[in-house]
């Protein structure tokens, strides 16, 4: 429990404030300006307590960074298991990492338009996110300082590289989709028979086109 104000007394593990007073809960990410309350100082650890400031206090809740698997198509990942979402693939997977802290403004902007990025690529690159407020000592060995920050993860041996330009699903799909494998075969009088009848099992789409590339 973080407190920005004016702190009277402290008595019995409680906060007597002697004028209004800015309480913020980093656990539970809720604030409340509050007046002469004495306040336990275990509240953050309490989701009863904070349920009871919430309706009590009338706080309201800032807006943050919430990725639901059910409404977004983003994969939020942790330190602890980057390298085996991210790193172990890079030989055959292109993926992108957002970095975001979830209390910043900026951040709760870009997410949907990240999540546009994580639908159209869906099933063709690892469309991803990690909390700087949950892992800061990860994000700042990865030099990130400010967010929303998006480094991209070509296959190797190309280096992953801190996208440059404007925090929009447009740029971020453009750059991303730039580093996708192709595994189209261009099929020609002479390797038809062959293309269509290796691997039996496996689902074939042809495209017949009058153009002289593939579309991309």
Known sequence: LKVAGFVH???????????PSLLY???????????????????????????????????AQAAIVEIDAMKHDIQQI???????VISKFRDSAVSSLWFFK???????????????????????AKICAISCTDWPVFCDKQGVKETPAVMVYPTNPMPAFKY???MESKGVL??????????????????????????PTKPKVLLFSNK?????
């Open 164 to 166: 440059e330009g404007k």
């Open 25 to 59: 809960s980093s656990k539970y990410r809720v604030a409340a300006v509050v007046e002469g309350t004495a306040m336990s100082s275990n509240l953050r650890l309490c989701p009863v307590a904070c349920t009871l400031l919430i309706h009590g206090l009338g706080i």
């Open 212 to 216: 002289k590339t593939p579309p991309t």
């Open 174 to 199: 453009a750059k991303v989709a730039r580093f996708i494998p192709d595994f189209t075969t261009k099929v020609t009088q002479e390797n038809v028979d062959a293309f269509i009848t290796t691997d």
């Open 9 to 19: 007394r402290v008595t019995r593990g409680s906060l007597v404030l002697s004028r």
């Open 78 to 84: 942790t330190m602890s298991n980057f390298d085996g």
């Open 102 to 124: 979830a209390d910043n403004k900026a951040d709760v902007g870009f997410l949907d338009e990240y999540n546009k990025v994580a639908t159209d690529l869906k099933g063709m």
